[in-house]
């Protein structure tokens, strides 16, 4: 069944008005442990973004093409890991040969991507608002650029923050965490201009 949205329209809704980071609260871990800089917060978006846009538009040809005509639906949470932590591989190996820098600041955060609920998330998103191939790649492409842009925001206002005289009580997580709040209301604040489903 096809939702009367178009791609774009979930393109850009996942981006902003229902950021899988700031609007449902996936991803939080990595997202406040790597976000203390804005170059390993790029580095660890851009591997989200494509684990995310990847694995979405697989899942849905897995799910659709093997999961459901074989009646092992009750299997797509197992087989989605799977997909994804294929494709953790493959990124973890490619930073580690072309951005061995990236790859140490990134840390254990970059196999822990494996296990990031946000992308999990999204692919059971795409199950559950029934989205077709194409809308499903976009919501995982627009997902993942939601979550980059969140977690760059933040680990811009970090580097300034560290800079900034801040009362002793609030330094380190508390106010990371305050941060966090007031950028996820912000989005929440988007969340009526574009219905998803």
């Known amino acids: 069944m096809e939702t009367g949205v178009s791609a774009p329209v979930i ?5 902003f008005t229902n950021n899988i980071l700031l609007t449902n609260f996936l991803g939080m871990c990595s997202f406040l442990a790597i976000s203390r800089e804005v170059k390993s917060s790029v580095g660890l978006g851009l591997a989200v973004t494509f684990v995310m846009a990847c694995t979405t538009g697989i899942n849905h040809l897995v799910y659709h093409y093997i999961l459901v005509p074989f009646d092992l639906v ?6 989605f890991i799977v997909v994804i932590a294929a ?3 493959l ?6 040969r072309y951005s061995p820098l990236l790859y140490v600041v990134l840390g254990v955060f970059l196999p ?3 296990v990031n609920c946000a992308i999990l998330g999204v692919c059971l998103f795409m199950v559950i608002r029934e989205y077709t191939f194409v809308q499903s790649v976009a919501y995982g492409f627009g997902g993942g650029l939601g ?6 925001a933040l680990g811009g206002i970090r580097e300034k923050l560290r800079k900034a005289p801040v009362p002793k009580a609030l330094e380190g997580a508390g106010l ?6 007031l950028m996820a209301l912000s989005f929440v604040g988007f969340s009526g201009m574009i219905q998803m489903q």
């Open 176 to 181: 990371s965490l305050i941060v966090a709040g």
């Open 11 to 15: 393109f850009f809704a996942a981006i």
């Open 112 to 114: 822990l991507i494996t």
């Open 91 to 96: 990124v973890e190996m490619v930073i580690e």
């Open 87 to 89: 494709f953790v591989q």
């Open 147 to 152: 979550w980059m842009l969140a977690i760059v």
């Open 74 to 79: 009750s299997f797509r949470f197992i087989i």
